[in-house]
Nanobody
């Protein structure tokens, strides 16, 4: 099993930056990917970004590309989501997810999930 714990969510103003963290513990895999999803009130959970743990290759939802940056530190078993130029529509609960294998856009491909951290962007 893999345990994921997110942190860093809080109330910010539009245009601000925020960095979310996700610490992974438990089982390790030779191939692993960590992703970020978000769920706004009344909406389905959606993909935000993902990073291949070994190569560092990243993928992003088109709405956040150029504003959000995913990164990781293998030694610390920690991934981050740097969010710049935040907008009110970025308000959501952000979830960290993990899977054995490469980065994927699809929620169903991720077996491991954190509890979520609330990000609120005021206008």
């Amino acid at each position: 099993q893999v345990q994921l714990v997110e942190s860093g969510g809080r109330l910010v103003q539009a245009g601000d930056s925020l960095r979310l963290s996700c610490v992974s513990s438990g089982r390790t895999f030779s191939s692993f990917a960590m992703a970020w999803f978000r769920q706004a009130p009344g909406k389905d959970r959606e993909f935000v970004s993902a990073i291949n743990w070994i190569t560092g290759d990243t993928i992003y939802h088109e709405d956040v590309g150029g504003r959000f940056t995913a990164s990781r530190d293998n030694a610390k078993s920690t991934g981050w989501l740097q969010m710049d130029h935040l907008r009110p529509e970025d308000t959501a609960v952000y979830y960290c997810a993990g899977r054995q294998g490469g980065a994927s856009y699809y929620e169903s491909n991720y077996a491991y999930w954190g509890q979520g951290t609330q990000v609120t962007v005021s206008s």
